[in-house]
Each structure stands twice: as structure tokens, then as C-alpha cells.
């Protein structure tokens, strides 16, 4: 299906402005979008690049990158391709969560300590 009837049919294909012939949203912005992520995730540009579909010239036949390398760079930055899913967190970030919620206790409870010192 044409991506620009998708965002059609979804209510996201909207003009720049209303002078503008440019749209809002095209297909290059998910390009954009994908390769920015990719990035700030750390991931490296050159992997980035092959991963668009890039073609590197001369670099071709010298850069080689297999399957493997390519999964780990993309995993980098899987999060920011995930939408609307029950994606359940992982172990670390479920033992991330439970230590925030414990500082945020121990927090609130150096709050109520001082508050309930202060004179009446």
C-alpha cells in the first residue's frame, strides 16, 4: 500500500502549511527518523548506513559486516522502534524499576522525618 494513502487514512498526512506543498509527514521522515535513532543509540554510522540500504562504493568490497554484528547495532536501538505492543521490561530494566521505587521511598520517608521534626 502507498504510504502516503496510509497516512491518509490515518489522519497524519497534513501540510507544512497551508501555502506549503510540502507535506508533514512523508516517507523520507521515517528515513530520517530511523537513521537518528540508530545514532543516538550509539549504534555505528557505517552499520547504520548498510542497514538503510545504503551502498558505500569502493567501501563494499572491503567492508564486510555479517549477520550477527549487524542484530547486536540494531538491538541498540530496538526500543525506539517498538510501538503500541505489551513488550514486558527486561530483568534489568524490572530491578532498574524496583530500585527507583525504593529510593522514591526512602525519599518520602526523609520528607515525613523532616516534616514531623519541624516545630509546631
Known sequence: MNVYRVLKKLGLKGRLDPDSKRNELHPHSFRKYFFSKMIGAGVDRGVAERLMGHNFGFDNAYLHMDEDRLRKEYMKAIDDFTFLTDRKPTREQ?????????????IRQMIQAGINSLPR
Open 94 to 106: 524490572e530491578e532498574r524499576i524496583l530500585s527507583l521505587e525504593k529510593q522514591l521511598a526512602d
